[in-house]
């Protein structure tokens, strides 16, 4: 008789009998999981009752992969892979019907069944290059077979699912249902089963590895070398493909084991598969329920359509939530409107939505430049000019206006938020939502509590964050919150190494070599020089000041810290060295030799210590808050996991020793490790 709690249980219908798999959240194949369907699936082969067995799976979706959770920990039998053989060598038909998402291992064990049948809303993927893995479990031979290996190839190395109807049109899946999934599975395995015909098994199948152009493995390295560059699971996948094509299937699952346990036991898996935790865990909040009652949001305000503010307003017109945006004139109003528009026509251009797309989104947007406009919005964000007067004189008139229960949120990417909190009679209703530019784009949301904010307001806007489409992380108030102020230390230090004269092109190349998609100054130049500079106080010895008083404010004049052609390619500029060279003279900087690794330590570890301060302070509640950040929000490469988690992989006290010899050497405190990582070196712990 089944237990209630075990994750698989056995039903017998008439000569069918039924695997069902119930393990929240995703049916993930736990330890319970493989053994319940090993164990269930040789007692439905050994009924002399049983012409059948179908393979179903309680909750939202079928098996959804392997248990991460599991991994990096010792295996307890039975494997997967020992399930899969099991499977595979079954002598009676067996179906697998599909619903939800069917990923990883869940898809691998669906490649092991005879037959998939499939909800038409379902999806197939193999993600694991996302977990810096490959499908270890025979996917890498089995899909190839069925799909081709191109096909293959594609969902391998982008991990990104594919459709119920193309997996049909590719023959991973037999048939399509609408609706009553199980019932219409047992009917069309009796079919199968009534006209006695020879069920194949998808590892006898070759004629899609035949006559194979050599030339698509090349092509599958080139399309993943720029996006995946640094991440060795891509190539790995590739390898894999290839074997299915050059080897027999057993030679082909060897080489997969052996690639799959390299991958397995290095550094770039377990911090990508510590970042699908991290990002999971940034959602949650302690002690507030995010499933909590939540303020309604049906329409949203959004004050400046500028880059920000339209950015903005896109991301609620995608998520199909009508937007108003505010501007002062009716000129800056069009402009705001005429760029939003190019950005949506640049994306239908690209083929990423329709036409008819981009015209129900646009249709969601309207502009005024009465801020009446806004009193009947449930959630008003403002993109003003980055000045605090400006902010509070706006919030004080928001406060006045706004319908009772608003949220009234603020874009600024530093300002204190209490301060533009008090001047309004709802500070319970007042929060920062800091997205990052460009807006429509960038995935992060910093979410900024103020000392007053209700928690409602916070659940409210961290469930808010998923329906746009954003990852947020719940951020405190201090100047740059927690990626200006980490970013900031970081930028400090590249100056003062181009000042100690190493160039700033072996400055960038360390950081983009580490894996950021830029270097510290190619990222200042993108944003912008001029940002926060104040033309009426210029410092002769600040290179940032002098560069802009030339007029170099960086890509959008051609000219910052490197020169810029048509297609923004950077070039060094002499007269830059030189701005460079007479800042250090004035401020009496001397020459010193930096390596690489110098360079490389001078840049991360300021990054590390400002992390261990924002936690000592309580600005980011978790260390992994703060890698999610940074992954998300400046382009720390996520094979290396965060700032925090790379600070575990080289070692707190080693982290420690480094920043005091660069302290004594330099004689400068900038230099100092924060007590908080001190305590938790001395202690041996991580963060
Ligand atoms: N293992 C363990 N926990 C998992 C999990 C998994 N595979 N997938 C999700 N969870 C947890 C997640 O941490 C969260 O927990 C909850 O489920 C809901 O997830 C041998 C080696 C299925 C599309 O990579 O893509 O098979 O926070 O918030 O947005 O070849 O989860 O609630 O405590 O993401 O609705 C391959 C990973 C594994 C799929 C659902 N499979 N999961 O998205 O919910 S490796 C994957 C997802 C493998 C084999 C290889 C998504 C989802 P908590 P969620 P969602």
């Not at 598969?273 to 949203?300: C, G, H, L, M, T």
């Not at 199909?320 to 002062?328: A, K, L």
């Not at 509590?449 to 808010?464: L, N, Q, Y």
């Amino acid at each position: 008789m089944n237990d209630v709690n075990e994750p698989v249980r056995y039903q017998l219908l008439d000569d069918v009998a039924l695997l069902i798999v119930d393990n929240p959240p995703v049916n993930a194949l736990s330890h319970g999981v493989r053994r319940g369907l090993k164990e269930n699936l040789a007692r439905a082969l050994a009924d002399p009752e049983v012409a059948a067995v179908v393979l179903y799976c309680e909750g939202r979706t079928f098996i959804a992969g392997a248990d991460i959770s599991e991994f990096g920990h010792p295996v307890v039998e039975p494997d997967l892979r020992q399930l899969l053989d099991a499977l595979d060598m079954a002598d009676k038909p067996i179906v697998a019907a599909i619903h939800g998402t069917a990923l990883g291992g869940g898809l691998e064990t669906a490649l092991c069944c005879h037959y998939r049948v499939a909800l038409d809303i379902a999806k197939f993927g193999l993600p694991e290059v996302q977990l810096g893995l490959l499908p270890g479990a025979g996917g890498t031979q089995r899909l190839p077979r069925i799909i081709g290996p191109e096909k293959a190839l594609v969902m391998m190395t982008t991990g990104v699912p594919i459709s119920a109807g193309e997996a049909h049109k590719l023959g991973l899946v037999d048939q399509l249902v609408n609706d009553d999934l199980l019932s219409n599975t047992l009917i069309f395995i009796r079919e199968k089963v009534a006209r006695g015909q020879h069920h194949s098994r998808v590892r006898d199948k070759q004629e899609k590895l035949l006559d194979v152009a050599p030339e698509i493995f090349q092509q599958a390295r080139h399309s993943t070398t720029h996006k995946m560059r640094g991440f060795l699971a891509p190539e790995y996948n590739i390898r894999c493909v290839e074997a299915a094509v050059t080897q027999s299937f057993d030679q082909g699952c060897q080489t997969e084991a052996e690639l799959f346990a390299e991958l397995m036991a290095g550094p770039q898996s377990e911090a990508q598969r510590y970042f699908f935790f991290a990002e999971r865990q940034a959602a949650k909040v302690p002690n507030i329920d995010v499933n909590r009652s939540k303020r309604p949001i049906a329409k949203v305000g959004v004050i400046g359509g500028g880059l920000m503010g339209g950015g903005i307003a896109m991301n609620m017109a995608n998520a199909g939530i009508p937007v108003t945006i505010v501007e002062t004139s009716s000129e800056a109003l069009q402009r705001g409107l005429n760029t939003i528009r190019k950005n949506y026509e640049s994306t239908v251009r690209k083929g990423r939505i329709s036409d008819s797309v981009m015209q129900q989104r646009y249709a969601l947007i309207t502009g005024a430049i009465d801020l009446n406009a806004l009193a009947d919005c449930d959630l008003i964000i403002e993109a003003v000019f980055e000045n605090m007067a400006v902010k509070k004189e706006l919030f004080a008139r928001l406060d006045g206006l706004a319908k009772a229960g608003a949220i009234l949120a603020s874009n600024t990417s530093a300002l204190n938020l209490n301060d533009i909190a008090a001047v309004t009679q709802r500070p319970e209703s007042v929060i920062g939502l800091h997205f990052f530019s460009p807006a429509h784009i960038m995935k992060l949301l910093e979410i900024v509590r103020c000392e007053k904010t209700a928690d409602d307001v916070i659940a409210t806007c961290m469930a808010f964050s998923k329906r746009i489409a954003k990852v947020p992380v719940l951020v405190g108030v201090c100047p740059g919150f927690v990626g200006n102020r980490i970013l900031a230390v970081r930028q400090q230090q590249a100056a003062r190494l181009a000042l100690e004269g190493a160039s700033i092109e072996a400055i960038d190349r360390v950081l983009y070599d580490f894996g950021f998609p830029m270097g510290a100054f190619q990222m200042a130049d993108l944003a912008g020089l001029d940002i926060g500079w104040d033309s009426d106080n210029c410092d002769p010895s600040d290179i940032r000041d002098r560069l802009c008083e030339l007029g170099r404010l960086g890509q959008k004049t051609q000219a910052g810290f490197y020169d810029y052609d048509d297609r923004r390619r950077p070039t060094p500029a002499t007269l830059v060295s030189e701005v460079i060279a007479d800042c250090a003279v004035l401020k009496g900087v001397h020459r010193r030799d930096a390596s690489d690794s110098d360079i490389l330590d001078r840049c991360l570890l300021p990054m590390i210590n400002e992390g261990a301060k924002i936690l000592d302070e309580g600005i980011a509640g978790r260390a992994s808050d703060i890698d999610v950040v940074y992954v998300y929000g400046y382009g720390w490469p996520r094979y290396r996991g965060g700032p925090m988690h790379y600070a575990n992989s080289v070692g707190l006290s080693k982290v420690v020793e480094k920043l005091r010899k660069l302290q004594s050497t330099t004689g400068d405190i900038f230099w100092e490790p924060s007590p908080f990582l001190v305590n938790l070196a001395e202690r041996g712990q991580r963060f």
